[in-house]
């Protein structure tokens, strides 16, 4: 059992990162290429992405086994960020730490001799392990990047709903199956000892998870920015066959702004992620609200758009 202790302070701290984080991604995605658990919902992906894998990903699977611990400085973002920026931080990571999480890795697994290179900051090896990470998320991830980003938004737009009628407690033990609250402590089923993660007012971030896979996680070193990593909920996991579907319906730029407009946005926003103009953006957002399935809100001196309960439904 993992019990996550809060104080007032921690509560009012809590929020939700604003999108998938490439790392955690990478990191979890390598977990689910290795357990057969996972086939049901990610065995197409599996089957796709394993015929042609990157030929580092061997040596990325040995530093991230699915089992046990995987060392922290590979996930050092708490939310959504670039990949190439996640990757820079991987590797700005104190000798320090790369030292003493290869340490606890090195107990439980046979290691690449690169790793122990790695765990003396050789800069070369460091070199190889971005590449290795780069190569892996462009091959594996960066084909399917559209539809994590959906789900992730859509899920968003959940723990909005949740927490505007439950509050921030309410919305803390509807994460997930494995989760209950009471007052004061978090707590999440775990296969592992019981472990105690007191917050200290630092607050908790939240991430959704698209590779995420039957519990959430956390970071055991606690020094870290606290994060809760969490799986998705799976009835809004929108496979590529849905997609299609939705597309088929709505039209494919209508149905790709109804999944940005998911995670809320502004009409510029929707513009951007979408590649075209605003007034265009603009009339797919009015079509969608007239529907019933966005509602806009003003707010200062632009429109925030968000997917109605009956537009997330439609998602899923």
Same mark, same amino acid.
């Not at 990047?145 to 938004?153: E, H, M, N, S």
């Given at each position: 059992?993992?019990?996550v202790?809060?104080?007032?302070?921690?509560?009012?701290?809590?929020?939700?990162?604003?999108g998938p984080? !490439?790392?955690?991604?990478? %990191?979890?995605?390598?977990?689910?290429?290795?357990?057969? =658990? #996972?086939?049901?919902?990610? *065995?197409?992906?599996?089957?796709?992405?394993?015929?042609?894998?990157?030929g $580092?990903?061997r040596?990325?699977?040995?530093?991230?086994?699915?089992?046990?611990?995987?060392?922290?400085?590979?996930? +050092?973002t708490?939310?959504? @960020?670039?990949?190439?920026?996640?990757?820079?931080?991987?590797?700005?990571?104190?000798?320090?730490?790369?030292?003493?999480?290869?340490?606890?890795?090195?107990?439980?697994?046979?290691?690449? +001799?690169?790793?122990?290179?790695?765990?003396?900051?050789?800069?070369?090896?460091? $070199?190889?392990?971005?590449?290795?990470?780069?190569?892996?998320?462009? &091959?594996? %991830?960066?084909?399917i990047?559209?539809?994590?980003?959906?789900?992730?938004?859509a899920?968003?737009?959940v723990?909005?709903?949740?927490?505007?009628?439950?509050? @921030?407690?309410?919305? %803390?033990? #509807?994460? &997930? !199956?494995?989760?209950?609250?009471?007052?004061?402590?978090?707590?999440?089923? =775990?296969?592992?000892?019981?472990?105690?993660v007191?917050? *200290?007012?630092?607050?908790?971030?939240?991430?959704?998870?698209?590779f @995420?896979?039957?519990? !959430?996680?956390?970071?055991?070193?606690?020094?870290?920015?606290?994060?809760l990593?969490?799986?998705?909920?799976?009835d809004?996991?929108?496979?590529?066959?849905g997609?299609?579907?939705?597309?088929?319906l709505?039209?494919?730029?209508?149905?790709a702004?109804?999944?940005?407009?998911?995670?809320?946005?502004?009409?510029?926003?929707?513009?951007?992620?979408?590649?075209?103009?605003?007034?265009s953006?603009?009339?797919?957002?009015?079509?969608?609200?007239?529907?019933?399935?966005?509602?806009?809100?003003?707010?200062?001196?632009?429109?925030?758009?968000?997917?109605?309960?009956l537009?997330v439904? %439609?998602?899923?």
């Open positions: 059992m993992l019990r202790h809060f104080t007032a302070e921690d509560l009012a701290r809590v929020r939700v990162a604003a984080d !490439p790392m955690w991604e990478i %990191l979890l995605s390598l977990h689910v290429l290795r357990q057969r =658990s #996972a086939t049901p919902v990610f *065995g197409r992906w599996r089957a796709t992405v394993r015929t042609t894998l990157p $580092d990903t040596w990325l699977m040995q530093l991230a086994p699915p089992v046990g611990y995987s060392p922290d400085f590979l996930t +050092p708490a939310g959504a @960020c670039a990949v190439d920026a996640g990757i820079d931080a991987v590797l700005s990571t104190p000798v320090e730490s790369l030292r003493a999480d290869l340490a606890q890795l090195d107990h439980r697994h046979r290691l690449d +001799p690169r790793t122990h290179l790695l765990a003396g900051g050789d800069v070369a090896t460091l $070199d190889s392990l971005g590449e290795a990470l780069r190569d892996y998320h462009r &091959h594996a %991830l960066a084909p990047w559209g539809d994590v980003r959906a789900v992730v938004d899920d968003r737009a723990r909005a709903r949740s927490f505007l009628d439950s509050g @921030c407690e309410g919305m %803390l033990a #509807a994460l &997930h !199956p494995t989760i209950s609250w009471a007052p004061s402590v978090l707590s999440i089923e =775990s296969r592992f000892p019981q472990r105690d007191h917050l *200290g007012g630092q607050g908790l971030v939240l991430v959704p998870s698209y @995420c896979w039957e519990r !959430p996680i956390m970071l055991r070193d606690q020094s870290r920015t606290p994060v990593v969490y799986p998705i909920a799976r809004l996991h929108v496979t590529s066959t997609k299609r579907s939705l597309e088929a709505l039209g494919r730029t209508r149905a702004a109804l999944e940005v407009i998911a995670g809320g946005c502004t009409t510029t926003e929707l513009a951007r992620r979408l590649g075209i103009s605003a007034a953006a603009s009339a797919h957002a009015s079509v969608l609200r007239d529907a019933g399935l966005a509602v806009a809100q003003r707010h200062r001196n632009s429109v925030l758009h968000t997917a109605s309960a537009g439904e %439609l998602l899923a």
